[in-house]
């Protein structure tokens, strides 16, 4: 409930403002233009100025020359140098190419002399070819011995046996008699299955399973 105000005070109101003024417009001035542009365009017979125009000095006409026609025999031969190129003739294109061939030969001989390694090749004959170190295809390639597969024997395979029995469920009860069989490839690719070895071939025992089977029976 609103306080009523103290006697004698006048009571606080909000203030309103304005939100929109409406201004008369000076119209007067654009009527004055619109009534002064409607009498010049009365005074004038229909609504446009009469304008005369200069008339031309005597003599004027005499002093403009037509150009000379262009003669057919320069078109022909205007005609001729734009096809065969900045209006040289036959002659002088073939003494051109003439000039070029030279300066290319003449440019090609002074580089041979400068060249001291052709000098020398020409008076100290060919070198006598190094003789050939590549074994023959014949000859049998030397056995990698950290590569064994299914077939091979020797101690190599003897220890890759018993390392294999150092690891749990891989060679279990496996022979050590220093050949590689079936079995022992087996054990190989199980080994290299259940500890993820991609680097050799599946039962071949190679660089990286090698180095992971050393690295887990190095005791």
Known sequence: MSTPPAPGRPERRRTLEPTRVLRRRRTEALAQLMREHDEAMAAVPEGYEAVTLPSPAPGAEDATQELPPVAPRRRAQRREQAETGFGFGPNLRRVAVVVAVGAAALVGFGSALLLPGNAQGEEAGPAPSAPSTAPSASAPAAADP????????????TELQERLLRIPDVYTDGATSGSYDTA????????????????????????????????????
């Open 146 to 157: 950290g590569f064994l597969k299914e077939g091979d024997s020797g101690p190599e395979v």
């Open 184 to 219: 022992l490839a087996e054990a190989v690719a199980r080994f290299q299955l259940w500890y993820g070895i991609r680097g050799d071939e599946t039962g071949v025992y190679g660089d990286d399973t090698r180095k992971d089977l050393e690295s887990r029976t190095a005791s």
